[in-house]
């Protein structure tokens, strides 16, 4: 059995690929990896490398897509920042920009705050807090 070792990517669609592009690569840190012309049927698509191996597609579509919150009423799907401050900043530069940015909540092992993305997309952005056994 292959050893499974993350999502390798998660694809999102838009009818405003440079906005969004401009979105995830601005103010969350995102980097574009690579970008594919429309070749009918296929979608022009971008690829942004988010952090470690994994990545966001962002197919651009004639009609925009589902924007709905999770069953749990929070954001279905997030990305992750390095730290406490790095999140902080990241929420600074959003509202800066005008973008809507939630307050930064403490969970048990991260903290988290949601953004709503160009395309009205909710996104939790999150930071792993250090563990207690990391403190000792």
Known sequence: MPE???INHLT???TDLERLVRFYTE????????ERAA?????????LDVGGDDH???????????VDLDPLGRAGWGLRVGT??????ARSRLLAAGWPAG????LPT????????????????????PSRAAKA
């Open 39 to 47: 070749n009918p049927p296929a979608p022009r698509i971008a690829v």
């Open 12 to 14: 999102l669609a838009t």
């Open 84 to 89: 406490h401050d790095q999140l902080s900043e």
């Open 56 to 66: 966001l597609m962002i197919a651009e579509t004639a009609t925009a897509s589902n």
């Open 27 to 34: 103010f969350l840190g995102a980097r574009t990896a690579f």
């Open 110 to 129: 991260q903290w988290t705050m949601s953004v709503t993305d160009p395309d009205g997309r909710p996104v939790d952005v999150r930071a792993h807090r």
């Open 103 to 106: 307050e930064i909540e403490v």
């Open 4 to 6: 499974l070792l993350g």
